[in-house]
């Protein structure tokens, strides 16, 4: 008989017995540990490189340059900028019968300081900043804030730069009016409570001793910098540095069964989608774990899914087999099958307006498969057809991965976007799927333990049968 866990269980919770508990902290505790660490697409990136060379896997620059050929069972990555990573495990079938791809993203919204950022004002030190994918700018103030990312000297010389995740850290933060004066401020829109030319760092109020230099607090700063870092000024101009919530993943509710961190859309997908891999030990079709930049601001640019990156990369893999041939790389992405592993809204008893409950996401109850996104009527949509929900239905089910459907919002509300539409291009088969979050965009983001398992269940299911 054919089995529906969807309607033997309420919620995923129901199902797990004690061995199937330990699994579910158990990742969700090494997912913690991860998204601690890696508050910025390069530092992701960096992170999965190290652990997947752990599990055996190798840069296929290297392959390329040694004249090294390729063979099933291999398990190789190609590193785009830093900030775009793809890992292949080889199967044993030929490339050009399709692979079967995992896609998210993992870049984050955030504040990006501007390319001069540094500026003193009333005896204080700023830094000025853009702010990067959609935001809500007013739940960016008066909260504990990190420098992450990357400055690359006119020698080539690349620093790594992280300030306010250590205990011993200082924090940096944006002010906010305070309540006493801000009678103007709570008549405005929210979008215009705290606009986005406001969002300034502060960074300092001490000055140097030297009373002859003119803007003494920038220079203070400016002195610390090089001291720790070995960088001047005009270094800023070549530099990556993302203002990100200062703090860890924590366990969140009192009986832990979820997880509040920074930057959960999307790279609690990519965590889980990379995890399911590491699990597979062999394939006959090739299998892949696409992590790319740019999603929040449209996936453009030479790291975002709009690049060629992924199908250059793949025409070097299949170079690498002694398979290459144009039309077979067009084979290639024709019969590969997706998933567009990214978040979706969960949802919210205090905000129970904007979903329409039929087809709303709800914690506990499994990894969620959106048929299509976009906004009102469907514009910019994927939207996947029937015969390939069908068989992702079938392999779930006989997987016992508890997984759900839902739309983004209710029809009118609003909307969002995944990579989903780009890979579709290819017109092979993708679908949209992850894990329903509370606070989507927002500086702390929340998600469901028993999700991020299924998550990983329902991903290593699909490499191993669609």
Same mark, same amino acid.
């Given at each position: 008989?054919?089995?529906?866990?969807?309607?033997e269980?309420?919620?995923?919770?129901?199902?797990?017995?004690?061995?199937?508990?330990?699994?579910? /902290?158990?990742?969700?505790?090494?997912?913690?540990?991860?998204?601690?660490k890696?508050?910025?697409?390069?530092?992701?990136v960096?992170?999965l490189?190290?652990?997947?060379?752990?599990?055996?896997?190798?840069?296929?620059?290297?392959?390329?340059?040694?004249?090294?050929?390729?063979?099933?069972g291999?398990?190789?990555?190609?590193?785009?900028?830093?900030?775009?990573? +793809?890992? /292949?495990?080889?199967?044993?079938?030929?490339?050009?019968?399709?692979?079967r791809?995992?896609?998210?993203?993992?870049?984050?919204?955030r504040?990006?300081? =501007?390319?001069?950022?540094?500026?003193?004002? !009333?005896?204080?030190?700023?830094?000025?900043?853009?702010?990067?994918?959609?935001?809500?700018?007013?739940q960016?103030?008066?909260?504990?804030?990190?420098i992450?990312?990357?400055?690359? =000297?006119?020698?080539g010389?690349?620093?790594?730069?992280?300030? !306010?995740?250590?205990?011993?850290?200082?924090?940096?933060?944006?002010s906010?009016?305070?309540?006493?004066?801000?009678?103007?401020?709570?008549?405005?829109?929210a979008? #215009?409570?705290?606009?986005?030319?406001?969002?300034?760092?502060?960074?300092?109020?001490?000055?140097? =001793?030297?009373?002859?230099? =003119?803007?003494?607090?920038?220079?203070?700063?400016?002195?610390?910098?090089?001291?720790?870092y070995?960088?001047?000024?005009?270094? /800023?101009?070549?530099?990556?540095?993302?203002?990100?919530?200062?703090?860890?993943?924590?366990?969140?509710?009192?009986?832990?069964?979820?997880?509040?961190?920074? !930057?959960?859309?999307?790279?609690?997908?990519?965590?889980?989608?990379f995890? +399911?891999?590491?699990?597979?030990?062999?394939?006959?079709?090739?299998?892949?774990?696409?992590?790319?930049?740019?999603?929040?601001?449209?996936?453009?640019?030479?790291?975002?899914?709009?690049?060629?990156?992924?199908?250059?990369?793949?025409?070097?893999i299949?170079?690498?087999?002694?398979? *290459?041939?144009?039309?077979?790389?067009?084979?290639?992405l024709?019969?590969?099958?997706?998933?567009s592993?990214?978040?979706?809204?969960?949802?919210?008893?205090?905000?129970?307006?904007?979903?329409?409950?039929?087809?709303?996401?709800?914690?506990?109850?499994?990894?969620?498969?959106?048929?299509?996104?976009?906004?009102?009527?469907?514009?910019?949509?994927?939207?996947?057809?029937?015969?390939?929900?069908?068989?992702?239905?079938?392999?779930?089910?006989?997987?016992?991965?508890?997984?759900?459907?839902?739309?983004? !919002?209710?029809?009118?509300?609003?909307?969002?976007?995944?990579?989903?539409?780009?890979?579709?291009? *290819?017109?092979? #088969?993708?679908?949209?799927?992850?894990?329903a979050?509370?606070?989507?965009?927002?500086?702390?983001?929340v998600?469901?333990? +028993?999700?991020?398992?299924?998550?990983v269940?329902?991903?290593?299911?699909?490499?191993?049968?669609?």
């Open positions: 008989m054919e089995q529906n866990l969807r309607k269980y309420a919620l995923a919770w129901d199902k797990y017995d004690e061995e199937d508990l330990k699994k579910v /902290f158990s990742i969700s505790d090494r997912y913690k540990n991860f998204i601690s890696c508050k910025t697409e390069r530092e992701s960096d992170e490189i190290v652990l997947a060379e752990k599990e055996g896997y190798r840069n296929v620059q290297d392959i390329i340059n040694n004249g090294e050929t390729l063979k099933a291999d398990k190789v990555y190609a590193n785009n900028m830093g900030k775009t990573l +793809a890992l /292949f495990l080889i199967g044993s079938e030929p490339l050009e019968k399709g692979l791809i995992l896609g998210a993203h993992v870049d984050s919204p504040l990006d300081l =501007k390319q001069n950022p540094l500026y003193e004002d !009333g005896g204080l030190a700023l830094f000025d900043t853009h702010y990067y994918g959609g935001v809500k700018k007013y960016w103030v008066t909260i504990p804030l990190a992450h990312g990357v400055i690359v =000297k006119k020698d010389t690349l620093v790594k730069v992280e300030i !306010g995740e250590d205990d011993n850290d200082p924090v940096v933060g944006i906010d009016l305070l309540i006493h004066l801000a009678g103007k401020q709570l008549e405005k829109k979008r #215009e409570v705290i606009e986005g030319e406001d969002l300034n760092v502060l960074v300092g109020s001490m000055p140097i =001793k030297n009373k002859e230099v =003119k803007e003494r607090v920038k220079e203070n700063i400016l002195v610390l910098l090089n001291e720790k070995g960088i001047i000024e005009e270094d /800023f101009v070549s530099s990556e540095l993302e203002i990100v919530p200062a703090g860890k993943a924590r366990d969140y509710g009192l009986d832990r069964s979820m997880v509040m961190g920074y !930057g959960h859309d999307d790279r609690i997908c990519a965590y889980t989608s995890e +399911a891999l590491l699990e597979l030990k062999d394939t006959d079709r090739t299998c892949v774990a696409l992590f790319v930049d740019k999603e929040e601001i449209g996936s453009v640019g030479a790291t975002g899914m709009n690049s060629k990156f992924f199908e250059n990369i793949l025409a070097e299949m170079d690498r087999k002694g398979e *290459y041939s144009e039309l077979k790389l067009r084979r290639c024709n019969n590969s099958h997706m998933l592993s990214d978040v979706t809204a969960a949802h919210d008893p205090n905000f129970p307006g904007v979903l329409e409950k039929n087809n709303a996401a709800y914690f506990g109850k499994g990894v969620v498969f959106c048929k299509y996104t976009g906004a009102r009527g469907k514009s910019g949509s994927n939207d996947a057809n029937p015969e390939y929900i069908a068989r992702i239905r079938e392999i779930m089910d006989k997987n016992e991965v508890v997984w759900q459907t839902a739309e983004l !919002g209710k029809v009118d509300q609003g909307g969002g976007g995944t990579i989903a539409y780009i890979l579709a291009q *290819y017109n092979m #088969e993708v679908i949209d799927c992850g894990i979050l509370h606070n989507m965009h927002a500086p702390w983001e998600a469901s333990k +028993a999700d991020i398992y299924e998550a269940k329902c991903y290593k299911a699909f490499l191993k049968e669609i």
